[in-house]
């Protein structure tokens, strides 16, 4: 890695830390932290064996920076599915198709929040995969659903 490679890796990783802290002080307003303590520690399979209403606030407390752009655009995800699936380990994990609501409808940077909440969401333990509704595509004009699904990271299925 030459100088000018070091230094830009050096400045991405200033920027996204301060990018974090920002986006976790925008959160704690908008958010009561001992309600966002009390959704993180549920456990996604029992909300979802039980099909409690608390799923959605649930997995909304998971979410990194991609929660404060969701929340200050008045934006939001749904569960469209989920299945419990059996792993080798014996060990129960979902799988989850979300769909967004709100303004994240017509947002251009709607390709980037998806591929934030799948990243997030999988670092849960019980969550195997995250895929997205194919209802979604409908919002992008050609160039986005291109971009979104040749570069998007993420996948897209029929609910």
């Not at 520690?41 to 998971?62: K, N, Y």
């Not at 920076?65 to 792993?87: N, Q």
Request: glycine content about 8%; overall charge negative.
């Amino acid at each position: 890695m030459d100088d000018a490679d070091e230094l830009a890796e050096a400045y991405r990783l200033q920027v996204e830390a301060i990018m974090q802290k920002e986006a976790e002080k925008r959160v704690l307003e908008a958010n009561d932290p001992a309600e966002l303590d009390r959704l993180r520690s549920l456990s996604l399979l029992e909300l979802v064996q039980s099909d409690h209403p608390d799923i959605v606030p649930a997995l909304m407390s998971r979410l990194g920076p991609v929660r404060a752009a969701l929340d200050g655009h008045g934006g939001g995800i749904i569960l469209a599915k989920s299945v419990v699936k059996k792993m080798h380990s014996g060990t129960e994990a979902l799988s989850l198709i979300i769909d967004l609501d709100g303004a994240c409808v017509s947002c251009g940077a709607a390709p980037g929040t998806l591929k934030g909440i799948q990243d997030d969401l999988l670092m849960d333990d019980e969550v195997l995969s995250v895929r997205f509704s194919a209802q979604m595509l409908e919002w992008f004009d050609d160039l986005q659903r291109e971009f979104v699904l040749k570069h998007g990271g993420v996948t897209f299925v029929e609910v």
